[in-house]
């Protein structure tokens, strides 16, 4: 009988990827001692409630959309998800609060770091969100320069309107940081101008399922190399269990 529960923190989790990783985990590896579990909630105020509810939870992954709103419920977060302003990982400490981490930073950097040619030195992060904030603290440690790119650009930003020519071909990395085309809603993609990229172009997308987005096989057809987030899945998946059991 498991005596420690883990589990997601999300809105539609339905189709994550969390569950059946860590129970097969758990499950391959004898882990007998921790389950994990799904926990979708309509709003991030009903977190304590949860918490409360669950008394043998001791830690959670948190996903989309809550990864920045959660930090006022948490007692501490660590130097990086500080840094970041956004947390993905909580674990519940002795005294019975929380903390939060951040290992989708660490996850990409891994990931994206052997992808890396010496004329990738400017990148387009798209979207603004938790997951955005996390790639754009990895590109500062991997010491590259970036541009976020919004529908409703702030200062220093560009609008998707921006992306011309000129830009596509001085920024040679395009990473996908929005939720756009995530199953199942697998046919929307972001309005860049796909026509500029061209085989020095590295394009990664956050998303995982599926496998291949319609933004990833625009970016293919144009001769530019790809990467999907499975891997950075997987590395922040462990990065978390690390946490969660130390």
């Not at 992954?61 to 419920?73: A, D, F, G, L, Q």
């Not at 992808?115 to 904030?133: F, I, N, R």
């Not at 001769?223 to 969660?244: C, P, R, T, V």
Request: charged content about 20%; overall charge positive; glycine content about 6%.
């Amino acid at each position: 009988m498991s005596n420690k529960l883990v589990g997601l923190l999300g809105k539609h989790i339905a189709h994550s990827f969390s569950k059946k990783y860590f129970t097969e985990k758990f499950s391959s590896q004898g882990i007998t001692n921790y389950s994990y579990e799904n926990f979708p909630l309509e709003s991030i105020e009903l977190a304590p409630k949860l918490w409360e509810t669950e008394s043998s939870l001791v830690g959670m992954n948190v996903t989309i959309p809550y990864k920045e709103s959660i930090i006022p419920y948490l007692t501490k977060l660590n130097r990086h998800a500080k840094q970041i302003g956004a947390v993905n990982v909580i674990k519940k400490r002795t005294d019975g609060t929380y903390k939060g981490y951040n290992t989708d930073y660490y996850g990409f950097m891994k990931s994206v770091l052997p992808l890396l040619e010496p004329h990738h030195k400017k990148a387009l992060v798209l979207g603004t969100g938790g997951a955005s904030k996390a790639v754009q603290y990895a590109l500062k440690e991997l010491l590259l320069d970036y541009k976020v790119v919004s529908r409703t650009p702030k200062k220093l930003q560009l609008s998707y309107a921006q992306l011309n020519k000129k830009i596509m071909k001085e920024y040679t990395i395009v990473i996908n940081c929005t939720p756009l085309g995530t199953t199942p809603n697998t046919s929307q993609f972001p309005d860049i101008p796909y026509q500029f990229l061209g085989p020095q172009h590295l394009v990664f997308d956050l998303i995982y399922n599926p496998e291949e987005t319609v933004f990833l096989s625009k970016a293919k057809a144009q001769g530019a190399q790809i990467k999907n987030g499975y891997e950075m899945l997987l590395l922040q998946a462990d990065a978390s269990w690390k946490i969660w059991k130390k």
